[in-house]
């Protein structure tokens, strides 16, 4: 039973990484919290090459990415040479079409994903499903989710568990993250807390009501390799800050 590494999903700070230059300044202020890991998502038009290497000046693993369903449909060498430069074995998908919400919808999405992953493994590589909300809608009393995890199989197919969008589509995060034990490398760690007009919002971790105890204890338990800090919104707040407040707060927890 190992604790995750804390990791900063760099999705959070988006707006900061349109320019190498801008990618540069932002892993150094995401390294000088104390980050060990990022995942690379929503960057700019960056050469590989040079994020990796600044990557490595600050001391950053790249843990994981995020990719676009069409770049793996479409450009899936590139995708891998990438990989192979960053020195990262763990993707992922942020999110999927509109037109794969259904089960149809998702025949068709393992259907063209077996291919994919087959070629990921030959290259020591993985790939994850990260979800929202909306997987969470039952077909004849089963969530889009657990069928997807029950009709793709584990060497197939690796679990993103996102806890705030689990919590947010009416599950229990705990039995998600237990569920998907031993194939799940990365979890999304963002917290919930109430809103103005009884809206939820996103916070920062252990700023919110989220169980981080059992959380972190499943996570442990699953054998999760990195627990990723991610707040889509942060509401007028600095993201570095909110990135900061998160850490600090693990940190306090025992993540790190």
């Not at 090459?49 to 060498?77: D, N, P």
């Not at 999405?109 to 039952?138: C, V, W």
Request: one cysteine or more; hydrophobic letters at 35%; charged letters at 25%.
């Amino acid at each position: 039973m190992t604790m995750p590494s804390a990791g900063a999903q760099l999705f959070t700070v988006r707006d900061f990484t349109n320019t190498i230059e801008d990618v540069a300044k932002t892993l150094q202020r995401v390294a000088g919290i104390g980050y060990k890991s990022v995942q690379i998502s929503a960057f700019g038009p960056v050469d590989t090459k040079e994020v990796a290497r600044i990557c490595k000046g600050e001391g950053l693993e790249v843990a994981a990415t995020h990719e676009s369903w069409t770049r793996f449909l479409e450009s899936l060498e590139e995708v891998i040479e990438e990989h192979k430069i960053l020195g990262c074995n763990h993707t992922a998908i942020g999110s999927l079409p509109e037109e794969y919400h259904s089960k149809e919808g998702l025949k068709r999405f393992i259907d063209q994903l077996q291919p994919i992953t087959e070629r990921l493994a030959e290259e020591g590589m993985d790939f994850s499903y990260h979800n929202h909300a909306h997987e969470m809608i039952k077909y004849n009393g089963k969530t889009w989710l657990e069928m997807l995890y029950e009709n793709a199989p584990p060497d197939m197919l690796k679990a993103e568990i996102d806890v705030y969008w689990i919590q947010a589509g009416g599950g229990d995060p705990v039995w998600w993250i237990k569920k998907c034990a031993g194939r799940e490398p990365i979890v999304h760690f963002k917290d919930m807390v109430g809103g103005p007009g009884n809206k939820t919002r996103m916070a920062e971790i252990g700023e919110g009501n989220l169980n981080w105890e059992r959380i972190i204890r499943a996570c442990c338990e699953g054998d999760v390799e990195y627990a990723l800090v991610e707040q889509d919104n942060c509401y007028g707040r600095d993201p570095f800050e909110s990135l900061a407040i998160s850490y600090r707060n693990l940190k306090k927890m025992g993540v790190e």
